[in-house]
Nanobody
Framework: QVQLVESGGGSVPAGGSLKLSCTFS???????MAWSRRAPGKKFELVAR??????????YHDDTVAGRFTISRDNKKNTLYLQMNDLHPEDTATYFC????????WGRGTQVTVFG
């Protein structure tokens, strides 16, 4: 059974950094995973994806975060990460992790607020 717990959010000034973590269970290392976000009044938005080991583990980052955010994964620790640098106020959102395809039950997410 898939379980996901996001953490690491917070409130930071523009230009600051945060590293989000997603501890997961019930997910094979061969499955692609992703970070998405939802800002108030906006649609769910894919932020980044990392392919499973069987697909080479490549990554994709949305144009809005490319060069600032980096997705990574530690399968030994069953943890997905999102390093976020040079944060902008428009990055303010609740961030969620999940499988890239056929998502499992969603976690509560972690709130990121960028001020200034």
């Amino acid at each position: 059974q898939v379980q996901l717990v996001e953490s690491g959010g917070g409130s930071v000034p523009a230009g600051g950094s945060l590293k989000l973590s997603c501890t997961f269970s019930g997910i094979s290392e061969n499955r692609a995973m992703a970070w998405s976000r939802r800002a108030p009044g906006k649609k769910f938005e894919l932020v980044a994806r990392i392919n499973g080991l069987s697909e080479g583990g490549g990554t994709y980052h949305d144009d809005t975060v490319a060069g600032r955010f980096t997705i990574s994964r530690d399968n030994k620790k069953n943890t997905l990460y999102l390093q976020m640098n040079d944060l902008h106020p428009e990055d303010t959102a609740t961030y969620f992790c999940n499988l890239f395809t056929f998502p499992g039950p969603w976690g509560r997410g972690t709130q990121v607020t960028v001020f200034g």
